[in-house]
């Protein structure tokens, strides 16, 4: 009978520290409640602490630093052009009595976040122009933009983008401290146009690119008909001074030919009639073809050579 009484008593107190002591991780900070309502000091000093059994309760928040996923909104800017904007932050609680006071547990303190950020978000970009929301800093085209389009110049920017961030981060910190909440950072995830401006900025880039390939075409077809008209000049040049060559050489062989037959000519009567008798033969073979009749006279050249040569 006394071992059931020692092992209950054991048991009792074995209860009884399972209730009283809690630990503490080093990730941790901790907040006791005693029917509901906070009890001393937050506890973030890791290690084994004690709290009343069954009548305190340990509350745990994370000392980490915590993210915030913000959904994606269509935003209008200051110009009037809806963008699609997604954004995420860090924050961490750094009064975790204040915090557990106000907003009870992270889930309540994300669902916080969502409508201080979204619409400092919000507030932020419909203060500036479109130029401003997307670009960062006042660079300079890059060489194959200027490349593709001599033209292109981008339009310079008074704030930019990480700006607009600060800014948002500035209007979003003061509304927290109530909250036992810092915001440590917000950040743009992506920023991308709307469907409808989306599709026009696609119809205005496939003109652009029109346009650029129909210069270059142009430019192209105008080098093409210059390289043409070189070449035909060239062309003609070279058949020119081909055409004067072919006739200075042939008017020597004609001169030569001709110094030839007066040499011939001047020779003896035998020769002078051995030469008159070959260019007979010579025009005949190029006057007559087998076709060809014709009637000589007794006076003529022809006949005589035949007549001569039938002798």
């Known amino acids: 009978m006394m ?3 020692l092992i209950g008593i054991i048991l009792a107190v074995l209860l009884v520290l399972s209730g009283a002591i809690f ?7 901790v907040i006791i409640t005693q029917f509901g309502e906070p009890v001393g000091d937050p506890i973030d000093t890791p290690g084994l602490h004690f709290k009343v059994p069954f009548i305190q309760v340990v509350h745990r ?22 963008i699609l904007v997604d954004t995420y932050a860090r924050w961490r609680i750094d009064d975790p009595l204040l915090f557990f006071q106000r907003l009870r547990n992270e889930q309540g303190g994300q669902s916080r976040l969502d409508d201080i950020l979204d619409g400092e978000t919000r507030n932020a970009i419909a203060k500036h122009e479109l130029l401003e929301v997307i670009r960062s800093t006042n660079r300079e085209a890059e060489a194959t933009e200027v490349a593709a389009d001599p033209m292109t110049e981008l339009e310079p920017i008074q704030t930019g983008r990480d700006e607009i961030r600060r800014e948002i981060l500035a209007a979003a910190k003061p509304r927290t401290t109530d909250l036992g909440i810092e915001i440590l ?25 029109v346009r650029i390939s129909d210069r270059f075409r142009s430019e192209g077809q105008g080098e093409r008909a210059e390289i043409r008209g070189n070449m035909e ?25 001709t110094e030839i037959y007066a040499r011939a000519y001047n020779q003896s ?20 073809d087998d ?19 039938g002798q």
């Open 3 to 5: 071992r059931f009484l």
């Open 23 to 29: 630990v503490v991780n080093e990730y941790e900070q």
């Open 61 to 82: 928040f994370d000392k980490r630093f915590l993210e915030w996923e913000g959904d994606v909104a269509e935003l209008p800017t200051k110009d009037k052009v809806f």
């Open 185 to 209: 950072d917000v950040q743009f995830k992506r920023i991308n146009y709307g469907r409808q401006v989306l599709d026009d900025v696609y119809d205005r880039m496939t003109s652009e690119r």
């Open 233 to 257: 000049r060239d062309f003609q040049r070279i058949q020119s001074e081909a055409y004067r060559q072919a006739e200075e050489i042939r008017g020597r062989a004609d001169a030569e030919a």
């Open 269 to 288: 009567a035998d020769s002078r009639r051995f030469y008159e008798f070959l260019k007979s033969m010579e025009t005949l073979e190029n006057t007559v």
């Open 291 to 309: 076709e060809t009749r014709f009637l000589l006279s007794t006076d003529g050249d022809f006949y005589r050579f035949l007549e001569s040569s």
